[in-house]
C-alpha cells in the first residue's frame, strides 16, 4: 500500500467536521469546530494535519448546495465555509477535491437525507472499531462523514503499490 499519504475528509456544513486517514489507514485526527471558529483557526487545524515525509495531503469536501426554495441569506450559511476552505486548502497547497454527498454515500450504500445521518456512525464504526469513542456525542454524525469521505476517497482514488 501506498502510505506516504494524508487523507482530510471535510463535512463543511454549520459546524465544520474533520477527519484524517495517514497511510496506514488509521483514523489520526477527527473533531468539529466550534461554530463560532474563524478560517484562521481551520488553516491551523489543516497545517497540522499534513503528511510527516512533507507530501501534501488531499482534502476531500462534501459540495454543499442551498435546498430548493431556500432563502439566499440560509443557502450562504451553508456553501460559504465550503469556499473559505477551498481557499485555505489552495493558500496550504494542499490538494482539493469537492465530491457531492450521493458520490460518496452510495459508496458505502448509505441513504442520503437528514433523517439518515445517524447510519455514517454505524459504518465507521464497522472501519474503526477502536476508535468508536470519537463517535459519541455532539456532532458525531458530521465527523463520520467527514472520515467516511476520506475513507472513499482511499477506497477509490489511492492505488496499491
Same mark, same amino acid.
Not at 477535491?97 to 441513504?111: D, G, Q, R
Not at 439518515?116 to 456512525?121: F, G, H
Not at 454524525?141 to 467527514?146: L, P
Given at each position: ?15 465544520? =467536521? ?45 459540495? $454543499?448546495?442551498?435546498?430548493? %426554495? ?18 485555505? $486548502? ?8 469537492? $465530491?457531492?454527498? =450521493?458520490?460518496?454515500?452510495? %459508496? ?31 456532532? =458525531? ?12 476517497? $482511499?477506497?477509490? %482514488?489511492?492505488?496499491?503499490?
Amino acid at each position: 500500500m501506498n502510505n506516504d499519504y494524508a487523507v482530510i475528509g471535510i463535512d463543511p456544513g454549520l459546524s465544520i =467536521a474533520m477527519a484524517r486517514i495517514d497511510g496506514d489507514g488509521d483514523l489520526t485526527h477527527c473533531f468539529t469546530c466550534d461554530k463560532d471558529s474563524t478560517p484562521t483557526e481551520w488553516m491551523q487545524l489543516l497545517k497540522g494535519m499534513r503528511t510527516y515525509s512533507g507530501r501534501k495531503p488531499t482534502v476531500v469536501c462534501e459540495s $454543499v448546495f442551498g435546498m430548493p %426554495h431556500q432563502d439566499l441569506s440560509s443557502t450562504l450559511k451553508l456553501v460559504r465555509p465550503r469556499f473559505i476552505l477551498e481557499g485555505i $486548502v489552495s493558500a496550504l497547497e494542499y490538494n482539493w477535491m469537492a $465530491v457531492p454527498a =450521493a458520490v460518496w454515500k452510495k %459508496h458505502f450504500n448509505l441513504p442520503g437525507g437528514a433523517a439518515n445521518k445517524q447510519l455514517s456512525v454505524k459504518a465507521v464504526n464497522s472501519y474503526w472499531p477502536k476508535k468508536y469513542a470519537r463517535f459519541k456525542g455532539n456532532r =458525531a454524525n458530521d465527523k463520520a462523514e467527514a472520515a467516511l469521505m476520506a475513507l472513499w476517497y $482511499v477506497q477509490t %482514488h489511492i492505488t496499491n503499490d
